[in-house]
């Protein structure tokens, strides 16, 4: 308990005071942009190449699997599922779908990547207390990255194009 109570007393005078800088500093630089709409073919690729993005940085093995790159891969995920949002065919049942599926593997992971991140801090900081490994085999993490690498890799086998058109169907 001490260990979250001293990240988070750091995280509050450190990284939020950045992070208010930091989108200050981009709404200024978009304050100016034009308030025209993309035109389909420019959103179509934009669309595309954020789906390729996460295509290619998805895991492929959940055995040794760096967490800096599962952090990349979740990104990119969040990034596509945002970029969805600009497409027009936004009231299909199969966008919905997607929309859902993105959704829950973005939130597992995130949970994943925290669970590690505390775990970590929990050996590194925590030397005179025993962990005992989650009995529990929904716990286990061992468990839960190869069933969340499984849905990433079906949510993102379909090439960029048979995205799009599994989606306007």
Same mark, same amino acid.
């Given at each position: 308990?001490?260990?979250?109570?001293?990240? %988070? *007393? $750091?995280?509050?005078?450190?990284?939020?005071? &950045?992070? !208010?800088?930091?989108?200050?500093?981009?709404?200024?630089?978009? +304050?100016?942009?034009?308030?025209?709409?993309?035109?389909?073919?420019?959103?179509?690729?934009?669309?595309?190449?954020?789906?390729? %993005? *996460? $295509?290619?940085?998805?895991?492929?093995?959940? &055995?040794? !699997?760096?967490?800096?790159?599962?952090?990349?891969?979740?990104? +990119?995920?969040?990034?596509?599922?945002?970029?969805?949002?600009?497409?027009?065919?936004?009231?299909?049942?199969?966008?919905?779908?997607?929309?859902?599926?993105?959704?829950?593997?973005?939130?597992?992971?995130?949970?994943?990547?925290?669970?590690?991140?505390?775990?970590?801090?929990?050996?590194?900081?925590?030397?005179?207390?025993?962990?005992?490994?989650?009995?529990?085999?929904?716990?286990?993490?061992?468990?839960?990255?190869?069933?969340?690498?499984?849905?990433?890799?079906?949510?993102?086998?379909?090439?960029?194009?048979?995205?799009?058109?599994?989606?306007?169907?």
């Amino acid at each position: 308990h001490r260990i979250c109570d001293d990240i %988070e *007393a $750091r995280t509050r005078a450190q990284i939020f005071e &950045n992070v !208010i800088a930091h989108l200050q500093s981009n709404a200024q630089q978009i +304050a100016d942009w034009p308030s025209q709409d993309l035109n389909p073919s420019e959103l179509r690729e934009r669309i595309c190449a954020g789906y390729l %993005e *996460a $295509r290619k940085l998805r895991p492929r093995k959940s &055995n040794k !699997i760096d967490l800096d790159d599962l952090h990349g891969f979740r990104s +990119a995920l969040v990034d596509h599922y945002y970029q969805l949002d600009f497409f027009h065919h936004a009231e299909t049942k199969r966008f919905a779908k997607h929309k859902a599926r993105l959704k829950e593997l973005r939130t597992q992971l995130g949970l994943y990547l925290d669970h590690c991140h505390l775990q970590t801090l929990a050996e590194q900081h925590s030397s005179q207390h025993v962990l005992s490994q989650a009995k529990d085999k929904n716990l286990n993490t061992g468990k839960i990255l190869p069933r969340l690498i499984k849905e990433a890799r079906e949510i993102f086998d379909p090439s960029s194009e048979e995205m799009l058109e599994i989606l306007q169907e």
